[in-house]
Every structure is written in structure tokens, then in C-alpha cells.
């Protein structure tokens, strides 16, 4: 297991997405309003797709900008009546610091 430095925490604004570039991979943190720090791919699960960064954030929601479909930013899961899921990331923060953790 390894851990990806992305930004100090005090830099990331809260329940606005910031989107990071890692490999293949597009992923947007957000900030919680509870402090937390969230990482999920930035691909919306709509089959016409779009991003998430943009998304409005409400509790540990996102919700997508286009479609206005609910997802979770625990576990990727998007709410019913729709369905569908994104990867999450898991996130660490040490010293006032954010890292991905990856394997």
C-alpha cells in the first residue's frame, strides 16, 4: 500500500470539488462541511456520463450537476430510484496534509 500526496488540506474549499489527474484516473476531492475529505472518480454514472466536480454537495452527497442523480460519497453508491456507482478512493490526512492511498 502506497500514499499519493495531493494538496494541503487548508487549500481544498469546502463542498466544492477539486479534480486531480493521477495515471489514467480522474478523480475530485471534496471537503465536507464536517471536515471530512472525499475522493471519487469524476465520471458521473449517467449512461450519457458528464463530471462530478461541479456537482452541489449536501451532507456526505453529491449530487450530479447534469442529471441530478444522489451519490454517495461513502461508498460510491448512487440513490434510488437510480442506480449505478462510482469508484471512491480512500484518503488520508496527516500533518495537514492529503494523501491517496493506493495499492
Known sequence: MEKLYLTDY???PERT???F???QEE???FRLSNGEVKAIE???PHPKGGTLSGGLVSGEYVY???YDWKISLNDGMVQA???GQVKIFPIEITSGQVFMIYQ
Open 10 to 12: 487548508d487549500s481544498l
Open 17 to 19: 470539488g477539486q479534480v
Open 21 to 23: 489527474h493521477i495515471g
Open 27 to 29: 478523480i475530485v476531492l
Open 42 to 44: 469524476n465520471k458521473s
Open 64 to 66: 450530479c450537476p447534469l
Open 81 to 83: 430510484p437510480d442506480s
